[in-house]
């Protein structure tokens, strides 16, 4: 057997060994996503811009932080609107594996919202100057299916507490995997407290 001959077996035996590798590592805890965030809701509409950082610790554990920037155009009760919105969050969760397709997560983050701008009050003539923060918490359980290998499906029930308004929420995310570094993902989660609907479109990068 030649060189080249050899060369070409030892090259299919370590793409076996790779993809071997990446299957036995199971789903990846360790990504930054980024893209458009919206919210739709009876009091407020909004859209911006979100990023997400998860970083995996040990075999089960990571940890999360976030930004977001939102521009409000919107708002019930208002007849003109001009504020923007800075969404910080922090903090953590775990997962555990069901099989190798299905992990179960729990994730808790800290949420601090800082909004400044002008707003209209009915019977107004001026715009009145908006200035205002708001804290809380949004915890998280969802299952991470993997119904194909480049598509993941994630059910989600989220619970928040965030400034004045608080209630849960049920969504749906999918990941679909154009390469091993790259994925698009879709989000929609709808919160009964307000009749509001977070949507995400965006992109992944595996790390």
């Known amino acids: 057997m030649n060189n080249k001959g050899l060369m070409a077996i030892a090259a299919a035996c370590l793409a076996m060994l790779s993809q071997a590798a990446m299957a036995a590592k199971g789903f990846s805890y360790s990504y930054i996503d980024g893209g458009y965030q919206g919210v739709r809701a009876d009091s407020a509409d909004a859209d911006g811009l979100a990023a997400k950082l998860s970083y995996g610790l040990m075999d089960h554990f990571m940890v999360l932080a976030g930004y977001a920037h939102f521009w409000q155009d919107d708002a019930e009760g208002l007849s003109s609107v001009d504020v923007q919105v800075d969404q910080f969050t922090i903090g953590g969760g775990g997962h555990f594996s069901i099989t190798e397709r299905i992990d179960l997560v729990g994730t808790v983050v800290y949420v601090n919202e800082q909004s400044t701008g002008k707003a209209k009050y009915p019977g107004e003539s001026d715009k009145s100057r908006v200035k205002g923060t708001r ?29 004045d308004e608080s209630g849960t929420g049920f969504g749906l995310d999918a990941i679909y995997k154009l390469n091993r570094d790259w994925s698009l993902r879709g989000n929609a989660t709808y919160f009964n407290d307000d009749s509001a609907t977070n949507l995400f479109l965006g992109v992944r990068f595996d790390m």
């Open 135 to 163: 804290e809380g918490y949004l915890a998280e359980f969802y299952g991470r299916i993997r119904v194909m290998d480049k598509l993941e499906l994630t059910p989600l029930v989220a619970y928040r507490d965030v400034g």
